[in-house]
Antibody, heavy 124, light 107 residues
């Protein structure tokens, strides 16, 4: 069974930093692209970014609203995905989901498995 | 960025009703559109991708169609488990973007 389990969320002050993690199991982690998606309270879904796999040199893509502030990384030896959040703003308050992309082509660049999410609250 | 506009934002329906949700893209995205279902307090669930490909395990009462800029998700006979919020997402170009969501609730 595919599982994605996020951790590391919490309360942080504006301007602060946080690293959240996602541990995966039940599939070949190294064979998949991975994404982060967030959802602000009472709002819709927002894609944050993607990290590709080793054959694609672990390259990344980001939404404009987080580019330069957030960094996605992965450790295939630990089946783990990370999101480093820096220069946090109150509008970054959200549930952050780790997701697995179904495939590596555009026809399958969709999130077929999601974690349960971790809450990040930015407030003074 | 490609903007996705869903309509309606809210649908009140009864069990057994046929429900159709529309998603319009601000530019052509071929057929690279996915649909997700989300229930309160839960992570979203993938229903469909490439406009009409049903994800494994999703009931056949869900169907999708469209290409270019206009897409639809249809639930042929609404079941109690289907009351949820539905989101479309384009998987054509970066940044990937979602529609604003359609809340399907009980009339």
């Amino acid at each position: 069974e595919v599982q994605l389990v996020e951790s590391g969320g919490g309360l942080v002050q504006p301007g602060g930093s946080l690293r959240i993690s996602c541990v995966a199991s039940g599939f070949t982690f190294s064979a998949h692209f991975l994404d982060w998606v967030r959802q602000a309270p009472g709002k819709g879904l927002q894609w944050i970014g993607r990290i590709r796999y080793k054959p694609s040199s672990y390259t990344t893509e980001y939404a404009a609203s987080v580019k330069g502030r957030f960094t996605i990384s992965r450790d295939d030896s630990k089946n783990s995905l990370y999101l480093q959040l820096s220069s946090l703003r109150t509008e970054d308050t959200a549930v952050y989901y780790c997701t697995r992309a179904a495939g590596t082509g555009w026809d399958s660049a969709v999130a077929d498995h999601w974690g349960q999410g971790t809450q990040v609250t930015v407030s003074s | 960025d490609i903007q996705l506009t869903q309509s309606p934002s809210f649908v009140s329906a009864s069990v057994g009703d046929r429900v159709t949700i529309t998603c319009r893209a601000s530019q052509g995205i071929n057929n690279y559109l996915a649909w997700y279902q989300q229930k309160p307090g839960k992570a979203p669930k993938l229903l469909m991708y490439t406009a009409s490909t049903l994800q494994t395990g999703v009931p056949s009462r869900f169907s999708g169609r469209g290409s270019g800029t206009e897409f639809t998700l249809t639930i042929s006979s609404l079941q109690p488990d289907d009351f949820a919020t539905y989101y479309c997402q384009q998987h054509y170009s970066y940044p990937l973007t979602f529609g604003g969501g359609t809340n399907v609730d009980l009339k």
